[in-house]
């Protein structure tokens, strides 16, 4: 079987980032990725996307032209780890052994746990930012809702960028605002959770929009069914005393976000925690059973923020760590758990949350995180995407070691 120096599993923000930064720091590893998708999404690109303030298009680009030139790309699905012997095996039949691997296929996101989601989206004014097909579709909804009832959902946590539901709300409720049809739609937030946001610091700025778009916040209420040709959406809402009842709720638009687990290969894998994810030492970034293996992304057991922003952290961690273990040395970077939700409150504002582990405020610039920012919008607009195609794909260690998300 072939062997490299890196098997690298998922050509994501995290597979491609950190296999520019290895092979920045030393050209002639041997490395592999393995990636079944010829095209590779800026995720974060398509919140904006569904309040019209983004062009589809820029968050799409061939897997080919990102893989960096060093590297081998391997175009097919991980099927299982074979870690007693430094082995994957592919979906193609093949297997690939390596010296050490890094684990970052991302997140399984659960379109089928809700029953009668997958036939009803992308019509009967059912949709989506969690997805590249259906983000446009959000923004023309949004244009043509007028009147009636638009309901917003949360999954239970952990799902990738927290506040995205909460953003296409946002965006939403700003552009009905000042069509000045805003007081004939009522919208309505049902949140599986109990609180708006996981950091409370954030909270009472995000209260003060939700105020201002008039929104109810219905908590302990996660989306369960969804009848799309009668416009109907079915929660379990549990009460004070944990009792749950179904509440179906009529709409004339609903923007679903998944429930979101690890994939099936990672959870069924001998390198699962017990919740599925893969068990990562929330420091080194290693795994704690296999020393040979590392993971970053969304995959991870640890407890930081699901983000880019995070990742791009996380890149630099595992890069230096893997290579100081392939000299037999001490791993030297510890993670912090930085991670970033840039909340878009309102088309041109932003309230820039960047926390790490146990909630602690990480602020990248000595400005109060908490208040909305004409600047932050700007970054999260302008500057980030640029950051992420130009820089993190790209191993720019200087770009990497910045914080901001
Ligand atoms: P991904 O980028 O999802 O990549 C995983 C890759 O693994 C994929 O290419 C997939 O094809 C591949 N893969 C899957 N299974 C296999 C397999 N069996 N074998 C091999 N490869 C496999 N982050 C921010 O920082 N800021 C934001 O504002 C933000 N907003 C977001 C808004 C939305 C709507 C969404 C969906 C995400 C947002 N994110 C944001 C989160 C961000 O996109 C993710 O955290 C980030 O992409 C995680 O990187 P990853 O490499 O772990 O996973």
């Not at 079944?36 to 995720?43: A, E």
Request: proline share 7%; aromatic share 10%; charged share 20%.
């Amino acid at each position: 079987k072939p062997t490299f120096d890196i098997v690298v599993v998922g050509g994501g923000a995290a597979g491609i980032g950190v296999t520019a930064s290895l092979l920045r720091r030393q050209p002639r590893l041997r490395i592999a990725i393995v990636e079944p998708s010829d095209k590779h999404y800026y995720q974060p690109g398509w919140t904006l996307v569904g309040g019209g303030a983004f062009e589809i298009g820029k968050t799409v680009r061939p897997t080919a032209s990102l893989i960096p030139g060093d590297a081998q790309w391997i175009q097919a699905r991980v099927t299982r780890f074979a870690p007693e012997r430094d082995a994957v095996e592919l979906d193609d039949g093949r297997e690939l052994g390596y010296r050490h691997l890094i684990v970052c296929p991302g997140l399984q996101l659960g379109w089928d746990k809700i029953d009668g989601l997958e036939a009803s989206l992308g019509k009967h004014g059912v949709t989506s930012n969690y997805r590249f097909d259906l983000a446009p579709y959000t923004w023309q909804l949004v244009r043509e809702t007028r009147r009636g009832r638009a309901l917003f959902t949360q999954p239970p946590m952990p799902i990738k960028c927290a506040g995205a539901p909460q953003k296409a709300l946002y965006l939403a409720c700003d552009h009905w605002r000042r069509e000045g049809v805003l007081a004939n739609i009522d919208v309505e937030f049902n949140n599986a959770g109990a609180a708006l946001f996981g950091v409370a610091a954030f909270v009472p700025s995000l209260m003060r929009y939700i105020e201002r778009y008039h929104a109810a916040l219905a908590f302990n209420s996660n989306l369960v069914a969804v009848d799309g040709p009668n416009r109907v959406a079915t929660f379990a809402v549990k009460d004070a005393d944990g009792n749950v009842t179904r509440v179906d709720k009529p709409f004339d638009m609903l923007h679903v976000v998944p429930p979101q687990a690890a994939p099936d290969f990672i959870r069924t894998s001998p390198l699962a925690n017990p919740d599925g994810w893969c068990e990562t030492d929330p420091a080194t970034l290693r795994h704690p059973r296999y020393p040979n293996i590392f993971a970053l992304g969304d995959v991870c057991s640890t407890s930081n923020a699901k983000t880019a922003a995070a990742v791009r952290k996380q890149i630099v961690i595992v890069a230096r760590n893997l290579l100081a273990a392939r000299d037999g040395q001490p791993l030297p970077a510890a993670y912090d758990g930085y991670g970033a939700c840039p909340l878009t409150v309102e088309k041109g504002k932003v309230v820039f949350a960047e926390f790490g582990y146990g909630g602690k405020l990480l602020p990248t610039f000595p400005l109060d995180g908490t208040v909305a920012r004409r600047s932050s919008w700007h970054m999260k607009t302008k500057l980030l995407p640029w950051l992420y195609w130009e820089g993190m794909l790209k191993g720019h260690e200087w770009l990497t070691q910045t914080k901001a998300g």
